[in-house]
């Protein structure tokens, strides 16, 4: 990592984007003291990481990277474990609504070994949460759940911002997701930070971008380049792709159609996944 | 500091192959309790043939303080290797299983984390223990019934009455659990160096091997090494059952021969057990957590 400073804002959803190999993992374990940093401080609930390690720790739940979990235990089993080392109680309530908020409450008592991926990624984020931390950390949640699981996640991401009042750190591929739930995003390139903002800032929700697509991209091209359009243009060797205020594309289709071009579809694309594919690319 | 032992100790519970070492070492005290069951007089003239013709013993001698004796034998050499296998696999096993960083993420120092590891592998290697001197000692005596327990070493013989005898069988108990802590804390060791199981159990046994080798070899040069050596003084419990003769050649009950050497072993194990665990402690403190 190299200079990277980042705030978080409490009863808030960060999203932490970067490529693979980007550090977004190794930030976050430097976050958990899992690795110590070479310099610099890391500062949670206003206490310093490597001076108040065990206060700040109990006010955080995390996954990291992927769900590994104890095959030979069953998924209240590992609820019950993680709850015997928090210095608060817990009690089988707590436990039982954990594994319903995960949607493991049937499964409960199945060892581990015999679930699918997305399964034990639920329970790995059922042990971040059983202590009721203010503080979650999610790495990749996402990953191995299928849409419904993703669907899932996210509102659970949104109901503990909304509802109970967690900040959430969450860290993803699926940039759709994260520009979905998080309040604030930060993306990071080979360890440096490339930009930090509120999402809908950044994102800029006047403008959006289309991908026309056509049978005739030639004379598509030719309508655009006559019309007020041109401006938004976007240089692209995959297919015509326009940055446009929102308002304007009802317009840019009415202008298509007259034109008699052979229209297949105005397709709006992910904004986020635009957006940080600008940033990483010009990096 | 309690919970962090429980949980360790559900871990270790909870698994298949905590339970193969108990199996193992009862399967071994059964087959060798029925062969000596069924042609133990012939075992017992083997054993006397070279002194029938001068010494006469009454009484029976195949009691079950003798077989507990030589279960011992047989068995302390290797339950090392049984104990390796959880004991070598306590840190490493989790850090190949990718469940290290949710134990170092919850709000426990990592020292601490260690240290309940190792009180829990430690527990398991007593409950090892007691497992084997409940098979070896009691179920001995059950089947065999007790009498004078008689020992014959390299150059002479050894009679302890039999009411003389249980309370050196506990003293070499408690002598046994501080060799075996020590090949505990020596698997401890080396399994807070690795990423996965196979190396640490491995290089346990490898290590038991080489350091007994060393400490059996009457080599000049091992000689400077050997007092050093942990595998020197594990196999001094034996040391409970030299006993102390008056002018007349008489056996004094209740006396131990060397009590200084039990002493010295129990010293050099305990300081071997404190090094391998302050090592681990350290080595642990300082590791990225990476998997």
Same mark, same amino acid.
Request: proline share 3%; charged share 25%; glycine share 4%.
């Given at each position: 990592m190299d200079d990277l400073s980042f705030e978080v804002q409490a009863g808030q959803v960060f999203g932490f984007l970067g490529q693979n190999g980007s550090g977004k993992s190794t930030t976050i374990r430097m976050l958990l003291s899992l690795i110590h940093p070479t310099s610099g401080q890391i500062e949670i609930f206003g206490k310093r990481i490597e001076k108040d390690r065990e206060a700040i720790l109990e006010q955080v739940g995390a996954i990291i990277e992927r769900p590994d979990l104890y095959p030979y235990l069953s998924a209240r089993e590992h609820l019950e474990l993680f709850a015997k080392v928090r210095k608060q109680k817990i009690g089988e309530a707590d436990i039982n609504a954990t594994l319903g908020k995960v949607g493991l409450a049937h499964r409960a008592k199945d060892k581990v070994q015999t679930f699918s991926l997305g399964m034990k990624q639920r329970l790995g984020i059922g042990i971040a949460l059983v202590h009721n931390p203010s503080l979650i950390i999610l790495d990749e949640p996402t990953n191995g759940l299928d849409p419904q699981g993703i669907a899932d996640i996210r509102q659970l991401i949104q109901y503990l911002a909304k509802e109970e009042g967690k900040t959430v750190l969450v860290s993803?591929?699926?940039? &759709?997701?994260?520009?979905?739930?998080?309040?604030?995003?930060?993306?990071?390139?080979?360890?440096? +930070?490339?930009?930090? #903002?509120? !999402? *809908?800032?950044? =994102?800029?929700?006047? *403008?959006?971008?289309? $991908?026309? +697509?056509? !049978?005739?991209?030639? /004379?598509?091209? +030719?309508?655009?380049?006559? #019309?007020?359009?041109? /401006?938004?243009?976007?240089?692209? &060797?995959?297919?015509?792709?326009? *940055?446009?205020? !929102?308002?304007?594309?009802?317009?840019? /289709?009415?202008? =298509?159609? +007259?034109?008699?071009?052979?229209?297949? #579809?105005?397709?709006? *694309? /992910?904004?986020?996944?635009?957006?940080?594919? $600008?940033?990483?690319?010009?990096? | 500091m309690w919970s962090l032992i429980k949980v360790e100790l559900y871990k270790i519970f909870s698994r298949p192959r905590t339970y193969i070492a108990f199996g193992a070492i009862a399967a071994l005290i059964v087959v060798i309790q029925l062969g000596l069951k069924i042609d133990g007089d012939s075992y017992a003239s083997f054993l006397m043939k070279d002194i029938n013709d001068t010494l006469t013993v009454d009484g029976k001698v195949l009691n079950g303080y003798l077989i507990c004796y030589i279960l011992l034998q047989l068995l302390l050499v290797h339950v090392p290797l049984l104990v390796a296998l959880i004991a070598a696999d306590m840190i490493s096993g989790e850090a190949n299983l990718g469940t290290l960083r949710l134990l170092f993420t919850t709000p426990y120092s990592r020292t601490r984390w260690v240290l309940a590891k190792f009180i829990a592998a430690s527990i398991y290697t007593i409950l090892l223990l007691i497992w084997l001197a409940f098979l070896a000692l009691f179920v001995s005596m059950w089947i065999f019934g007790t009498d004078d327990l008689f020992l014959m070493k390299s150059n002479y013989v050894v009679l302890i009455e039999q009411n003389d005898v249980l309370w050196r069988y506990v003293g070499a108990f408690v002598f046994a659990s501080f060799a075996l802590l020590t090949v505990t804390s020596l698997g401890f060791l080396l399994s807070s160096l690795s990423s996965n199981s196979i190396g640490p159990i491995v290089g346990t046994m490898s290590a038991i091997v080489f350091f007994t080798i060393l400490s059996t070899l009457n080599i000049p040069l091992f000689t400077l090494v050997k007092p050093y050596l942990f595998t020197t003084h594990m196999n001094n419990w034996k040391e409970f059952f030299d006993i102390q003769v008056n002018a007349n050649n008489e056996a004094i009950t209740g006396s131990i021969l060397n009590i200084p050497k039990i002493k010295t072993s129990i010293v050099v194990l305990t300081l071997h057990i404190i090094l391998f665990v302050s090592a681990s402690i350290i080595i642990i403190k300082k590791k990225d957590i990476l998997s």
């Open positions: 993803s591929h699926l940039l &759709s997701e994260i520009e979905q739930v998080a309040h604030q995003i930060l993306i990071i390139h080979q360890g440096k +930070k490339m930009v930090e #903002g509120v !999402t *809908k800032e950044l =994102l800029d929700p006047e *403008k959006r971008i289309v $991908q026309i +697509k056509t !049978t005739d991209d030639a /004379n598509a091209l +030719k309508v655009i380049a006559a #019309g007020s359009f041109s /401006n938004y243009l976007l240089s692209r &060797s995959e297919g015509i792709y326009l *940055k446009i205020p !929102t308002r304007e594309i009802p317009l840019l /289709n009415e202008s =298509l159609v +007259k034109a008699e071009v052979a229209l297949l #579809g105005i397709e709006t *694309k /992910n904004s986020l996944e635009d957006y940080f594919l $600008q940033i990483t690319s010009n990096a | -």
